[in-house]
């Protein structure tokens, strides 16, 4: 298995625009996660999705901040609008209900100016 | 309050030394977990565990429940393990089933000079 896939691996984007970060789990693992870094804060979880539905959008930083799981391979974060705070780099990563262990994907630098 | 407190935040040693990182947390957890996030950025997990003491080639981590306190040992330090380590931990896993997200530290700078 390819491990948990994220695309892009960095995005610089101006203030105001739409952000969408892509997800890929490693098949068959039905709990994705998504975390953000930041120097400040380090690693906090977002939300996440147990069988495609979020349990806990509780670390959630405002409205601008969603998060969608159409199906058990895939999974986008999306801000609208970016504001230059939301630089961070956003990790994805998934494991089975019930395990504890998880699999990081490389992450999204994401640089908003 | 940090839920997860880790030390020290940087440590700077010589090729060879033993290096010791600790981990304290305050709440009741169903797993702790080690990681090692290299300069590029990527993570991985070096150890997953509820009670006792893994080893793992030159990496030994260590957890006592009772006192919620876990280590990470490196013996024969070599400039590649610099890096930075990740306490984290999985709260007590809900009657659902489900496995909550990670609670982090905010990691050990370890840096091994030759």
């Known amino acids: 298995d390819a491990g948990v896939i994220q695309s892009p691996r960095h995005e610089v984007t101006e203030m105001g625009q739409e952000v969408t970060l892509r997800c890929k789990p490693i098949?068959?693992?039905?709990?994705l996660f998504w975390y953000r870094q930041t120097m400040m804060r380090g690693l906090e979880l977002l939300i996440y999705?147990?069988?495609?539905?979020?349990?806990?959008d509780s670390g959630m930083p405002e409205d601008r901040f969603s998060a969608k799981m159409p199906n058990a391979s895939f999974s986008t974060l999306k801000i609208q609008p970016s504001e230059p705070r939301d630089s961070a780099v956003y990790f994805c990563?998934?494991?089975?209900?019930?395990?504890?262990?998880?699999?990081f994907g490389q992450g999204t630098r994401l640089t908003v100016v | 309050k940090n839920e997860v407190e880790q030390s020290p935040q940087n440590l700077t040693a010589q090729e060879g030394e033993f290096i010791t990182i600790n981990c304290s947390y305050s709440?009741?957890?169903?797993?702790l977990h080690w990681l090692q996030q290299h300069p590029g950025g990527g993570i991985v997990s070096l150890f997953m565990?509820?009670?006792g003491k893994k080893k793992h080639g030159r990496l030994i981590a260590t957890i006592n429940i009772q006192e919620k306190h876990s280590s990470l040992h490196i013996t024969a330090s070599h400039p590649r393990d610099s890096a930075v380590y990740i306490c984290?931990?999985?709260?007590?896993?809900?009657?659902?089933?489900?496995?909550?997200?990670?609670?982090f530290g905010k990691g050990t700078h370890l840096i091994i000079q030759p």
């Open positions: 565990l509820s009670s």
């Open positions: 709440v009741g957890i169903s797993a």
């Open positions: 098949s068959g693992h039905n709990s």
């Open positions: 999705f147990n069988n495609n539905v979020p349990i806990d």
């Open positions: 984290a931990f999985n709260p007590p896993l809900h009657s659902g089933g489900g496995a909550d997200g990670l609670t």
């Open positions: 990563a998934s494991s089975l209900v019930g395990q504890v262990t998880s699999f």
